[in-house]
C-alpha cells in the first residue's frame, strides 16, 4: 500500500484532543499577593538606644514594638526584647555604680601625696579653691583637686590647713624633686603647728605641677586625723 502524506492545511491543525487553556469565570481574578509587612521600625529604635544607653528611649521603643509586632504580625519581635534586656542592664549598671560610689565614700589619697581623698559632709556653699587655703582652714571634706569645703572647726571636719609657703623660684625641678620639697617641709611646720599630736596625724599636701609651675609655686600642708572627722583646731 502506498502512503500519502496529509495535506499540508491539515497537518498543522491540532487534533481533536490537543489541550487548551482554560478561560477564568467571568468576574472573578485571582487573589493579589500580599507583602510582607516587613521588620517593626519601633523595635529597631529600640535596640539602638539600648546599645547607646537611652534607657528611656530603649524602654519605651520596645514596649510599643512588641504590641505593634504581635497586631501587625511584623517581624522584630527579638530586637524589641533585646532592647528591653539592654535598657535594663543600663539601669543595674547606674545602680552598682552609685552603691559603690557611696560605699567608697572614706579617706583615701592618691600615691603622689596630693590632697585628694572624700568623704564627710561637704559644704557646696563655701568652697575654696586649694590656691585660697589659709592656715588654720577647717575642711568638711577634700574631695576633688581644685576646690574643698572650708567649714567652722566647731564642726567635724576632715582635715585643717596647718601650713602654707611657697617653693624657690627657678626652672621646674621636677615631680619627685617637687614632693620631697612639700614632704620635707610639711613635716617639720606640723612639729610647730600641733606638736602634741603630729606623731598620730596623717599628713597631705598640695603641690604645682609642671603646667602651673610658673603662676603657682605654693604647697599647701593639711592634717588629718585617721580615726575620722574631728571637732576643733590642732591648735586647741
Known amino acids: 500500500m502506498t502512503q500519502q502524506p496529509l495535506p499540508q492545511p491539515y497537518a498543522s491543525q491540532p487534533g481533536p484532543y490537543t489541550a487548551q487553556p482554560f ?110 587655703l589659709q592656715v588654720g582652714d577647717c575642711l568638711g571634706s577634700l574631695e576633688g583637686r581644685s576646690s574643698v569645703p572650708v567649714v567652722s572647726c566647731g564642726r567635724p571636719h576632715k582635715g585643717e590647713v596647718y601650713a602654707t609657703f611657697d617653693l624657690p623660684r627657678g626652672a621646674y625641678p621636677g615631680e619627685k624633686a617637687v614632693e620631697k620639697q612639700a614632704n620635707d617641709r610639711c613635716t617639720e611646720e606640723l612639729d610647730r603647728y600641733a606638736p602634741d599630736g603630729a606623731d598620730t596625724l596623717d599628713v597631705y599636701y598640695q603641690y604645682p605641677d609642671e603646667n602651673s609651675w610658673f603662676l603657682d609655686r605654693g604647697v599647701r600642708c593639711i592634717a588629718s586625723d585617721p580615726k575620722g572627722p574631728v571637732t576643733g583646731s590642732l591648735r586647741d
Open 23 to 132: 478561560p477564568p469565570a467571568p468576574g472573578f481574578a485571582p487573589p493579589p499577593q500580599q507583602a510582607h509587612p516587613g521588620t517593626n521600625g519601633f523595635a529597631i529604635a529600640s535596640l539602638i538606644f539600648g546599645i547607646l544607653g537611652g534607657v528611656l528611649f530603649a524602654t519605651v521603643f520596645g514596649i510599643v514594638g512588641l504590641v505593634q509586632t504581635r497586631r501587625r504580625r511584623q517581624r522584630g519581635k527579638g530586637l524589641a526584647i533585646t532592647g528591653l534586656v539592654l535598657a535594663g542592664c543600663w539601669v543595674t549598671a547606674i545602680i552598682v555604680g552609685v552603691a559603690i560610689a557611696v560605699a567608697t565614700d572614706d579617706t583615701s589619697a592618691d600615691a603622689s601625696g596630693r590632697a585628694g581623698f572624700t568623704g564627710g559632709v561637704a559644704d557646696a556653699f563655701n568652697r575654696k579653691s586649694f590656691t585660697d
